[in-house]
């Protein structure tokens, strides 16, 4: 976020104060640095005004998409069952250009696994590839024999970070029609026994949701016939719930979303159990855990390496009248065990002025690289 103002000032000293508030919300996990942010404040003279800006290099920038989710490289993707020499349902794959070059596709692929097992439709795709535009192909399982089935597909283009993107991809072949349950959290698929760190959370934090999906992959319906639908247990399931409940019944490549809520309770490393009781019967009692640790941030800012503690008038040198840019540099750190959120008017900044003699204009400048600063 950029905010500018123009003042008028009759001064060649410039005071600075820096109000910060702190919240409890702890928001998504990202970068686990603890170098958090740094922000420069830059004056300089109007007439002179500012440098024009570098022209970014023009590059490609390869991302892809699966029936509208973003996928990783790396990823593992489940592909819908199908029962043996029969065509299972596609996946639509698609691959869009973020960048400001064409994106040229050398050749898509499959290798390592069961090839033969699975089918691709090419015939629609675009191999060059306008900035801003998209262009798609299609998988499907094909088994000739029953069992689960694994490859990996390639994706080679001009694009110098993603020249060989790739993930796999796998899926179920069936004798007879039967549901499949898969159960995913974000992009990533769960396996049934599976321990999942969701990370930190503020202690003050009022509680927070994690959402995931149940999908039908087989070929019949699939009835999750718990009671409850999700079971909770463990040393600390009195701090978890589930917010959102998933339906019953899946028909053959149906979704439901489930939401389970943590709601923290002191300090400390705290888990719970979950149980999603089905008819699938390679995972008829899929099971998972869920780890929280309940944290508390700690800001920290500082100015030429030296703290400023909070109330401080901090000095910061002087400049002469019209001569050009004045910047100063101070850094905000995370010293705590969870996230920082600063909030506050006019973005986090406030300053003043003392008039002394002379008259200038000139523009002051704050902006953040975000509001969100992660701890360790």
């Known amino acids: 976020m950029k905010q500018s103002k123009t003042l008028q000032i009759h001064s060649k000293l410039l005071f600075l104060i820096f109000l ?89 692929s499959l290798s390592n696994g069961d090839t033969n097992q699975f089918s691709m439709n090419t015939s629609t795709f675009v191999k060059k590839i306008k900035p801003s535009a998209n262009s798609s192909f299609s998988i499907a399982l094909a088994p000739t024999t029953d069992g689960n089935k694994a490859a990996f597909l390639f994706i080679s283009s001009n694009d110098q970070k993603n020249k060989n993107f790739n993930f796999s991809l796998q899926g179920t072949a069936q004798l007879t029609p039967a549901p499949s349950i898969v159960i995913t959290m974000g992009q990533d698929i769960l396996q049934s026994g599976n321990s999942i760190d969701v990370g930190g959370l503020s202690a003050c934090s009022s509680g927070k949701d994690y959402s995931f999906k149940i999908k039908n992959y087989g070929t019949a ?65 899929f099971a998972f855990s869920l780890t929280a640790l309940e944290t508390n941030p700690e800001i920290n800012l500082s100015f030429n390496s030296n703290t400023v503690a909070s109330g401080n008038n901090q000095y910061v040198g002087y400049t002469r009248i019209n001569s050009g840019n004045f910047n100063l540099s101070f850094k905000i750190e995370n010293t705590g065990s969870g996230n920082l959120i600063l909030s506050g008017s006019s973005h986090h900044v406030r300053w003043r002025y003392q008039q002394l003699w002379h008259s200038s204009t000139f523009k002051l400048n704050h902006q953040f690289n975000g509001y969100l600063f992660q701890s360790h």
Do not use: M, W, Y
């Open 20 to 108: 910060f508030l702190i919240t409890c919300k702890a928001q998504s996990a990202g970068d686990s640095s603890n170098l958090l942010g740094l922000f420069t404040l830059n004056s300089f003279n109007q007439a002179n005004g500012p440098t024009n800006p570098v022209k970014p290099t023009e590059s490609p920038n390869l991302v892809v998409k699966i029936n509208s989710s973003l996928i990783s490289e790396g990823n593992t993707v489940t592909i819908p069952s199908a029962v043996i020499n029969t065509h299972g349902t596609s996946l639509n794959i698609e691959i869009f250009n973020s960048g400001n070059a064409d994106l040229e596709i050398d050749s898509v």
């Open 221 to 285: 319906d699939l009835n999750l016939t718990g009671a409850p639908i999700v079971q909770i247990s463990g040393t600390n399931a009195n701090l978890f719930s589930i917010s959102q409940l998933p339906v019953t019944t899946l028909t053959p490549e149906s979704e439901t979303d489930f939401k389970i809520r943590f709601t923290p309770s002191g300090t400390g490393t705290k888990n719970a159990g979950f149980l999603i009781q089905n008819n699938d019967s390679s995972n008829s009692g």
